[in-house]
Every structure is written in C-alpha cells, then in structure tokens.
C-alpha cells in the first residue's frame, strides 16, 4: 500500500476522490478536533457539535469527487461547520 504524504491535505483530496478511504481517515483525523472545538464554540453542546463534524465528514465522503476542486480545505470547513452550525441554530430557537 502506498504512503499517503502527512502534510499535503490537496494529495489526500485527490486520493479522497478516487474512494481511498485510508485518505478520509487521515482527513478525519487531521481535522476532526479542531472542528469539533470551534463548533463547540458556536453551538456551547458537545453532542451538537460532534454531531455536525460527523455530518461535514460523512458528506465529504458522499461528494469526495468534488473535493480536488477545494484549494484550502481547513478553510472550507470551517465554513461548512459554521453554515451548519448556523442551521442548527435557527431551527433550535
């Protein structure tokens, strides 16, 4: 099995889109917890706030084809996660 490089987030993108899942986890991993802590941030629910991270990864596996086009992936995230957590909170008041 090749090695997947550490440090390049656009590599794994690319190996992401193609279905290679060792390259979702290192995503996962690499950016689960600073996610998690900044929607903690927005929502104040640790429930809610993994909740959504495990919904931005699962829809990045469903649209991974897409994924090469992302050229800053922590920024897209974070993103995500704000629009997310922004939904959770419209619907929750």
Do not use: C
């Not at 640790?46 to 991974?64: P, T």
């Not at 994924?67 to 922590?74: D, S």
């Amino acid at each position: 099995m090749p090695t997947i490089p550490l440090h390049n987030d656009s590599v794994l993108l690319t190996r992401l889109a193609a279905g290679d899942e060792a390259a979702f986890n290192t995503l996962f991993e690499r950016h689960r917890d600073k996610l998690y802590r900044y929607l903690l941030k927005i929502t104040k629910s640790s429930e809610i706030a993994e909740e959504i991270v495990i919904d931005i990864f699962v829809k990045l596996w469903i649209g991974r084809e897409l994924m090469p086009r992302v050229q800053q992936l922590e920024g897209f995230l974070h993103k995500v996660a704000y629009h997310k957590a922004l939904d959770f909170l419209r619907t929750a008041s």
